[in-house]
């Protein structure tokens, strides 16, 4: 799984866990590569498999796609003190 994060041009990934939610976080310069990989990769299917009857995933009813947020905020500083 993490060899395929590296190909998806994946970094950062975090998982936060509030009572039965779960919500991930991951950085990447290219969204749709990072797309492509996870959903061409076998890992990515056996993953799926194992968590199906744990995880429910909310996806969109035309697409079949997870939902993307859109970023409605941002503070970044590298030289705060």
Known sequence: MLEMFRRAGI???SIWQAGDTLFG????DDL?????VQK???VSARWRTYMRD???MERDP???AQPHLEQVFFFG???CT
């Open 32 to 36: 749709q590569t990072a797309l492509a």
């Open 54 to 56: 744990v995880i429910r």
């Open 77 to 79: 500083c590298d030289t």
């Open 62 to 64: 035309k697409s079949g």
């Open 11 to 13: 970094r950062n990934y």
């Open 40 to 42: 061409d990769a076998p």
């Open 25 to 28: 976080y991951y950085e990447c």
